[in-house]
Nanobody
Framework: QVQLVESGGGLVQPGGSLRLSCAVSGIIFSNYDMGWYRQAPGKQRELVATINSGGSTDYADSVKGRFYISRDNGKNTAHLQMNMLEFEDTAVYYC????????????WGQGTQVTVSS
């Protein structure tokens, strides 16, 4: 019913860029806060960036100035532009949609692998 479909992951060299996309269906997209999370092997999932229903953004300190989150309510899509990628950015990246204040209304994408390697 609710689907978050991610795309854009892959292998990139240090200093390179990737743009992740998250296509959302089955919810009123404009009502939801959107976020990108990542999980590296053996580590906990961490929040990378958020953009709320009003368009306000926030970023983890480790990606500030390099990553940019955006949303297109007309296309029900969220993006994560990743620039100046580093080895430490290697992880599975997950898209999340959450209705603020309603803990049962949260949804996750399947994850997409980002590998930064020389």
């Amino acid at each position: 019913q609710v689907q978050l479909v991610e795309s854009g992951g892959g292998l990139v060299q240090p200093g390179g860029s990737l743009r992740l996309s998250c296509a959302v269906s089955g919810i009123i997209f404009s009502n939801y806060d959107m976020g990108w999370y990542r999980q590296a092997p053996g580590k906990q999932r961490e929040l990378v960036a958020t953009i709320n229903s009003g368009g306000s953004t926030d970023y983890a300190d480790s990606v500030k100035g390099r990553f940019y989150i955006s949303r297109d309510n007309g296309k029900n899509t969220a993006h994560l532009q990743m620039n100046m990628l580093e080895f430490e950015d290697t992880a599975v990246y997950y898209c999340n949609a959450a209705l603020r204040g309603y803990r049962h209304y949260t949804y996750w994408g399947q994850g997409t692998q980002v590998t930064v390697s020389s």
